[in-house]
């Protein structure tokens, strides 16, 4: 496999981590993962990743909670998904470091943005933990931030769904399935791609999205490769 991208930050699903059970971790979903990722390491492609937490935490349905504060707690969801990535690709004999975006020095490396780009041009893979470290701000956000600060060719966003539809295809059996978009259709049309800062920070710095089902964890493999699957978005 001859990777299409260089240099590529993956957007994993917290929900997409576990697997048919619905919460927490699925480890056979997660060697799958790791195991896709290895392969695209080995063929040359330098992967970043940023994961959600929403298999252990989703602050949105928190009730009353402070939202600051609930959104710190998604933050630590991240970082437990974040070492579980770490330690399933040292078991395969993948280098990795995470680096997380509020300091946890026994546990992982700080984020530099620098330190980063090393280990990438290593052949690490860097696991970036607790999104942006700010509240307000999503993962999918974090995604964009870290692709920009890095100069990732590409965001891929693995998630539960094939790309992107004009409307909920588990709800809407004749829901149509884009093969490319913009980032404007996106904004304009309220599709549920990312939310709209990250849209609007990719659509203004010419990043494209690749949009795919992570179900099949050789999607990863397939998208490195630059094979027709899922959406594209761009400017």
């Known amino acids: 496999m ?83 990535l ?16 509020i300091a946890m020095h026994e546990i992982a490396e700080p984020y530099i943005r620098n330190k980063a780009v090393r280990h990438l041009e290593k052949g690490r893979v860097v696991v970036f933990g607790c999104g942006t470290g700010n509240p307000f701000f999503s993962t999918d956000t974090a995604s964009a931030l870290r692709a920009l600060e890095i100069e990732a060719d590409i965001i891929f966003k693995a998630s539960m769904v094939d790309g992107v539809y004009d409307s909920d295809p588990k709800r809407n059996p004749n829901a149509v399935k884009f093969d490319t978009l913009s980032f404007m259709d996106v904004l304009n049309r309220d599709l549920k791609v990312m939310d709209s800062t990250a849209a609007s920070l990719c659509n203004d710095n010419n990043l494209p999205i690749l949009v795919f089902n992570l179900q099949q964890p050789e999607n990863i493999v397939r998208a490195v490769a630059g094979e027709n699957i899922g959406t594209i978005v761009h400017s």
């Not at 770490?86 to 975006?101: F, G, H, K, M, S």
Request: charged share 25%; glycine share 12%.
């Open 2 to 84: 001859v990777p299409k991208y260089k240099r590529i930050l993956l957007k994993l699903s917290g929900e997409a981590l576990s697997g048919e059970q619905g919460f927490g971790l699925n480890f056979d979903t997660v060697n799958s993962v790791c195991r896709a990722i290895k392969e695209c390491v080995d063929a040359g492609a330098e992967i970043a990743i940023v994961v959600g937490g929403g298999n252990f935490w989703r602050g949105r349905t928190s009730g009353d909670m402070d939202r600051t504060r609930a959104d710190h707690m998604g933050m630590l969801a991240t970082t437990i998904n974040s070492l579980a």
């Open 86 to 101: 770490a330690d399933a690709l040292e078991q395969i004999d993948c280098p990795v470091r995470v680096q997380t975006a």
